[in-house]
């Protein structure tokens, strides 16, 4: 029998959650019951959805035998959440994993899986077009470069068309800085259009293969060939990176770099690369799980645990504008 904590740490951990808290009451310890109920509901969880087919049994069997031996009792919700999380993201590195009690985001989880949206199209999401889609600036930074502060990867059909009308409004740009410092990412879908904006209307490029397993299926990651609107060809692209770049802005800059049309300044990004889908575990926990697998077509593998790699590495708070001095040679040397 174990008489230690099943933990082994081999990535540093994010702090949780990063999408957001709820104000806390005052915390008193989950009941055993309750929380026998929420690591049920885990379990099941990833016994059926966990990205790596066949390979979950080990992390049911180790969140039973740390609940067997009492790790989990006599924890308020936040830590209970937290304890779980940091377990999980030990035994699998992945950053993904996470748990925590957040009790009307489960009650808006629970809604909408109880009365999916009807919605024949997609509509944007009110806070998303009021933050402009993610593109907090997009400015000339010099006479012939330009630069898009693109702080999240919006799931909103308008993302695209802002993301273009922001590089529309830089005509004058040889070339292009993409800071993605602050962005933590969001939706997997929106990557691939963002993609094309880089790649010439017509030309299919497959990225990347993405398996789900909640699905069992695989399907491409490629650019859209009929996407219209705003392109940026032909110019270099500078992509600005920090240890806060994560999950969807990571494969954005993962890909464009891999196809050779960015070069990455700044930080290792946080290495994030499978993704993942929020489910209400009961009793106002969520869990965020790892749910697929993302391959590039180029490197054969992904930036999970890694980050994205850099080409010149710099402090993220120096990375503009080494990226600038970079572009600036670049285009004299043309």
Same mark, same amino acid.
């Given at each position: 029998m174990l008489t230690t904590k099943l933990t082994l740490l081999l990535c540093p951990l994010l702090a949780l959650p990063f999408f957001g808290t709820e104000p806390a009451g005052e915390q008193v310890a989950v009941d055993p019951e309750i929380a026998a109920r929420v690591l049920a509901e885990l379990r099941s969880l990833i016994g059926e959805n966990y990205a790596y087919k066949g390979h979950e049994k080990w992390l049911l069997d180790s969140l039973a035998e740390n609940h067997k031996l009492g790790f989990y009792d006599d924890l308020d919700p936040a830590q209970l959440g937290s304890s779980i999380t940091e377990d999980l993201r030990g035994w699998t590195s992945d950053k993904h994993f996470m748990v925590a009690h957040l009790p009307r985001f489960a009650a808006e989880l629970e809604a909408h899986a109880a009365k999916p949206s009807t919605d024949a199209e997609p509509k944007d999401d009110p806070g998303e077009a009021a933050a402009n889609f993610g593109v907090k600036r997009a400015e000339m930074v010099s006479e012939n470069v330009g630069l898009i502060h693109l702080d999240q990867i919006a799931f909103s059909p308008g993302t695209v068309p802002a993301f273009q009308k922001a590089l #529309?409004?830089?005509p004058e740009a040889s070339a292009l800085i993409l800071d993605l410092r602050d962005n933590h990412g969001g939706s997997g879908d929106t990557v691939p259009s963002l993609l094309s904006c880089f790649f010439p209307k017509g030309e299919k490029v497959v990225f990347a293969t993405h398996y789900w397993r909640p699905t069992d299926k695989t399907k491409t990651i490629e650019t859209n060939p009929d996407l219209d609107g705003a392109?940026?060809?032909d110019f270099p692209v500078f992509i600005l990176t920090s240890k806060d770049t994560r999950s969807a802005a990571e494969a954005l800059a993962y890909h464009l770099r891999a196809f050779g049309? #960015?070069? @990455? @300044?700044?930080e290792p990004s946080s290495g994030g690369a499978h993704p993942a889908d929020m489910r209400s575990l009961?009793?106002?926990f969520v869990a965020l799980v790892p749910m697929g697998i993302v391959t590039s077509a180029k490197t054969g593998t992904d930036w999970e645990c890694r980050g994205v790699p850099v080409d010149h590495p710099c402090e993220a708070s120096e990375a503009e504008e080494l990226a600038l001095k970079l572009a600036q040679q670049m285009l004299a040397e043309d």
């Open positions: #529309a409004g830089l392109r940026f060809l049309r #960015a070069r @990455v @300044v700044g009961g009793d106002g």
